[in-house]
């Protein structure tokens, strides 16, 4: 997740921007121990600037100029015809130079993976990786999920550590062997300018939910003692429901979760009636689903193994003893959980009924059964092709089953702030916490 | 598939399908659901479609047409044996219901 680089990032930065005298830190009596040391930041150096690069090109689709385009009218002069030229533009510009005119080679695995003895050398290692991670997170089938806003925001990211990149080029420039960065002061102003035309919009910090995430994976192994293990096979149904079941497995998940939800209410109901009030609510939802799948037919799909889990659900559920007390943690995970499902349910019955999948059984207008006659005229011999929308069954799925687009509260989070002090942070005079004695 | 079985495993459906519908418990309605599916199972989910409008509300007499229609089915070529354990299913469901 870019939440995760992302803060990393910004932690280890806003650390080393905390860091003054920086030449005593640099352990070492010879220049040549310090030059090497010098070296080495600026391969992680390199890493970065790599990554802010990558991340400028994955935001430049979406980050728009707020600049109003040129009037068609010519006796108005609002708005400018060079509205392309965009601040972010400009700053992904910059960052593509300074990675260019830098004779330092990007950090290699190696050199990632291996703690260094010098803590501030460190910072700037853990700083690379977490750059060499990200670049999983704002890959181009990432930045192809990204809104306008969720740009602006990660374009605000990039043009603060850029900041943070020049200021800390600035305080280590005795470094025996140092580059600087190319066009230093360009750069700064570039990414300044970034930052303040992405706030002139609203940034979207929701940003942080995206990215690569660890695959999730089934819970093997024996059941877990009491919730835990009706928690265990609630998971491991999501996952199994990533192959499409056919209808009648189909039928039987819905069933299982109908079960599962009215039992499992009145535990919740102990601690937050109102998430038991959803729950029961659900229930009622899939006793409609379960209904109406009834005129729903389907060969194709499997779903075996997904019906096993739910059946794991409900029998573990009915054999938890009464007076059981269900975390709010726990409890959170099943509604997580359960959101994902219907989620899934939902796209599989209209993907089902739209592809073909699944099919209506259709009530004939009447069956003549026996009227001593050798040939019955069938009443209606065609049946109108209905679209997917008609069917009852994909109309309860859109308005009760999918869950509400609850916009996910996403904040700017403590690290951005963090590093946007340290970037203006000044050592205290006298008694300077942060720097060695002498 | 012929007619007479098709409209008798369509009767079946319907009469499980009103007895889910009417259930006093959602245990008892989720057990007549399943012997349903059961139902469709057996059938390789080639039935026709079930219609519970204008059933009778006395969930004895609609356990004792369901039975019946299931009984019946033997005569159209579905093993004897998965039939009897529908019926078992369904006489499971009922006791979940009558408690």
């Given amino acids: ?149 969720q740009a602006q925001a990660l374009v605000g990211d990039v043009a603060a550590l850029t900041q943070a990149l020049v200021v800390l080029d600035q305080r280590y420039k005795n470094t025996p062997g140092w580059e600087p960065l190319a ?118 799909g499997k779903g075996g193994l997904a019906v096993a889990e739910g059946a794991n659900a409900v029998a573990r559920l009915k054999a938890l003893p009464h007076d059981t007390i269900v975390e709010p943690r726990v409890l959170s995970g099943f509604q997580l959980l359960f959101k994902r499902l219907d989620n899934r349910i939902a796209d599989i019955i209209e993907d089902g009924i739209e592809q073909g999948a699944f099919f209506k059984r259709v009530t004939l207008p009447r069956i003549v059964g026996g009227g001593g006659e050798l040939v019955h005229p069938v009443r209606e011999r065609f049946v109108p092709v209905t679209s997917a929308t008609d069917l009852e069954v994909v109309r309860t799925a859109r308005e009760r089953l999918r869950p509400k687009d609850e916009v996910p509260m996403s904040t700017p989070g403590p690290t951005r702030v963090d590093l946007h002090s340290a970037l203006i942070h000044r050592p205290t005079r006298g008694g300077a916490v942060d720097v060695p004695n002498i | 598939m012929l007619l007479p079985h098709a409209q008798t495993l369509a009767q079946a459906r319907s009469y499980l399908a009103a007895l889910a519908d009417q259930a006093s418990t959602i245990d008892a309605s989720s057990a007549y659901e399943r012997a349903l599916i059961e139902l469709d199972r057996i059938h390789g989910d080639e039935c026709p479609s079930a219609d519970t409008e204008g059933l009778t509300e006395d969930r004895a007499i609609l356990l004792a047409v369901a039975t019946s229609a299931l009984e019946e089915l033997e005569q159209y070529g579905v093993d004897p044996l998965t039939v009897e354990l529908v019926i078992a299913m369904l006489d499971d469901a009922y006791a979940l219901d009558g408690t």
């Fill in chain 1, 1 to 149: 997740m870019y939440g995760e680089t992302g803060a990393a990032m910004r932690a280890e930065f806003a650390a080393l921007l905390r860091q003054h005298r920086v030449q005593q830190r640099l352990v070492g009596t010879t220049a040549e121990e310090r030059e090497e040391l010098g070296g080495l930041i600026r391969t992680y150096r390199q890493s970065v600037l790599a990554w802010l690069g990558e991340a400028m090109r994955a935001a430049s689709p979406l980050a728009f100029s707020n600049m109003p385009p040129a009037q068609p009218n010519p006796f108005r002069s609002v708005g400018v015809s060079s509205a392309h030229l965009t601040a972010a533009g400009e700053l992904a510009r910059a960052l593509d130079l300074a990675r260019q005119q830098s004779t330092a080679r990007p950090a290699s695995t190696d050199e990632l993976a291996t703690p260094s003895a010098n803590p501030m050398a460190d910072r700037w290692r853990l700083a690379a990786r977490a750059a060499a991670l990200a670049e999983h997170d704002t890959s181009e089938q990432v930045s192809a999920q990204m809104t306008a806003p």
């Fill in chain 1, 183 to 300: 066009q230093s002061a360009r750069l700064g102003w570039a990414s300044l300018a970034a930052a303040l035309d992405v706030n002139l919009g609203q940034p979207d910090y929701a940003v942080d939910h995206l990215g690569w995430r660890p695959k999730t994976k089934v819970i093997t192994g024996s059941a877990r003692p009491g919730i835990l293990g009706v928690l265990q096979a609630q998971h491991n149904l999501v996952i199994r429901m990533k192959s499409a079941p056919n209808a009648t497995n189909l039928r039987l998940v819905v069933d299982s979760q109908r079960l599962v939800s009215a039992h499992l209410a009145p535990y919740a109901a102990r601690i937050d009636e109102r998430l038991a009030g959803r729950w029961a609510e659900r229930a009622e939802t899939y006793y409609v689903v379960q209904k109406q799948l009834r005129e729903i037919g389907g060969l194709l």
